[in-house]
């Protein structure tokens, strides 16, 4: 269910990252939005990218996968 928060966070759809991006969108569209080199971890077969702000992965290693979870410097990630 969306616009419920879930233990430990805000629901999915209440998540606004720079430029609109949300969980959900394609990784890809972050990346061409905030101009960086998608970063694929062959160990954990998953697309990431890191800022001092925040954290975003997918759980593919496609860079078009979805955006499935969002952390913070000193919390976990959520989904």
């Not at 992965?57 to 499935?68: L, S």
Request: aromatic residues 10%; negative net charge.
């Amino acid at each position: 269910e969306t616009g419920k928060p879930t233990p430990g966070g805000p629901a999915p759809d209440q998540i606004v990252l720079p430029e609109g991006v949300r969980i959900g969108d394609p990784f890809s569209k972050a990346a061409r939005l905030w101009g960086f080199e998608p970063e694929i971890d062959e160990v954990f077969a998953v697309a990431m990218h890191f800022t001092p702000e925040f954290g975003i992965m997918t759980r593919d290693p496609d860079i078009d996968a979805p955006i499935a979870e969002v952390g913070t410097p000193g919390f976990a990630f959520c989904e």
